[in-house]
């Protein structure tokens, strides 16, 4: 069997030629394969990113809660510890 392309010539049985075929069909399972995860992927960061946003928005709530709470108990070590992890997480 012979196959042109763009002036290149290739001569191959028709045994190499099904390999070849079976090969190129394997690779373009592999690449949808991939394209298919990485649509699902995205999907899953899209929806973690929309829950970390409503999680810290919860946060900054709880935070503005703590601060209260200390001005009106300011010696409780309690709001305070909380106030002290909120800042480790970048609350603010």
Do not use: P, W
């Not at 191959?12 to 949808?32: D, P, S």
């Not at 649509?39 to 503005?64: D, G, S, T, W």
């Amino acid at each position: 069997m012979r196959i042109e392309y763009k002036s290149d010539r290739v001569s191959m049985t028709r045994n190499e030629y099904g390999q070849v075929i079976n090969e190129l069909n394997q690779y373009k399972q592999a690449y949808q394969h991939c394209v298919d995860d990485l649509i699902v992927l995205r999907a899953n960061n899209k929806r973690l990113e929309r829950e970390n946003a409503e999680q810290l928005a919860l946060l900054k709530e709880f935070r503005k809660l703590i601060d209260y709470k200390l001005t009106l108990h300011q010696g409780s070590s309690m709001y305070r510890e909380y106030r002290s992890k909120l800042d480790q997480l970048g609350v603010k």
